[in-house]
């Protein structure tokens, strides 16, 4: 499988807009040392307006979680996808996030004549796209794909929980935290930590060699 390919912001920075459906990108789950990393693509409903929408970090979980359900409701379409741990570990995460994002546009029901994705880096899209730094602050479409995205993730992290309890997933989402750490070096990695990343490599190594 060839890796994703992404370009620079700047390449394909677009001073003009056109008439037609605007779709918000955003991705979760970058940092963690497991699970799969989650991008969503939404197409809001200007005549239904959702209030409130904001950076998903901002949000308290309860908060993200009524806004799930209402960006569900009332966008005119929704995308929820994701690049795999495999395929974080083989391509890279930067690589895997811009793959995870282009499965979420390709995913719309509908087509947008413009996609406009957070951060500075952009996949390969067959639609026009522009990135907008700290944009799941500043574009109303772009915060529900973070909100849409982050909750998905936590879902994930409490599912993980269950399977995996002595990590400690629930609490830290798979980021390296003195905890997550410690249960690393106690039990291993499981088969969701992401190979690749640094504390999950050398967890490897410690326990091959015990």
Same mark, same amino acid.
């Given at each position: 499988m060839p890796s994703p390919r992404y370009l620079l912001a700047e390449q394909v920075s677009l001073p003009w807009d056109? /008439?037609?459906?605007? !779709?918000? *990108?955003?991705?979760?789950? @970058?940092? &963690?040392? =497991? $699970? /799969?990393?989650?991008? !969503?693509? *939404?197409?809001?409903?200007? @005549?239904? &307006?959702? =209030? $409130?929408?904001?950076?998903?970090?901002?949000?308290t979980a309860r908060r993200r979680e009524l806004l799930y359900d209402e960006i569900l409701a009332k966008a005119l379409c929704c995308s929820?996808?994701?690049?795999?741990?495999?395929?974080?570990?083989?391509?890279?995460?930067?690589?895997?996030?811009?793959?995870?994002?282009?499965?979420?546009?390709?995913?719309?029901?509908?087509?947008?004549s413009k996609v406009l994705v957070?951060?500075?880096?952009l996949p390969t899209l067959q639609v026009r796209a522009e990135a907008?730094?700290?944009?799941?602050?500043?574009?109303?479409?772009?915060?529900?794909?973070?909100?849409?995205?982050?909750?998905?993730?936590?879902?994930w992290c409490q599912e993980v929980d269950a399977l995996?309890?002595?990590?400690?997933f629930a609490r830290h989402k798979g980021y390296g935290t003195a905890e997550h750490l410690q249960a690393l070096r106690s039990l291993g990695a499981t088969?969701?930590?992401?190979?690749h990343f640094a504390p999950v490599a050398q967890a490897l190594l410690c326990h091959s060699s015990e």
């Open positions: 056109s /008439p037609g459906l605007l !779709a918000g *990108v955003d991705e979760a789950g @970058r940092g &963690p040392l =497991a $699970g /799969p990393v989650v991008a !969503a693509a *939404v197409i809001l409903d200007e @005549r239904q &307006p959702i =209030a $409130g929408l904001a950076d998903s970090k901002k949000l929820i996808a994701q690049a795999s741990v495999e395929e974080i570990d083989q391509f890279n995460i930067l690589h895997a996030t811009m793959l995870a994002m282009r499965r979420a546009v390709e995913g719309l029901r509908l087509k947008p957070d951060g500075n880096r907008i730094v700290q944009g799941d602050a500043k574009v109303p479409a772009i915060s529900a794909a973070s909100i849409l995205a982050k909750v998905t993730r936590d879902r995996y309890p002595g990590y400690g088969v969701q930590h992401r190979r």
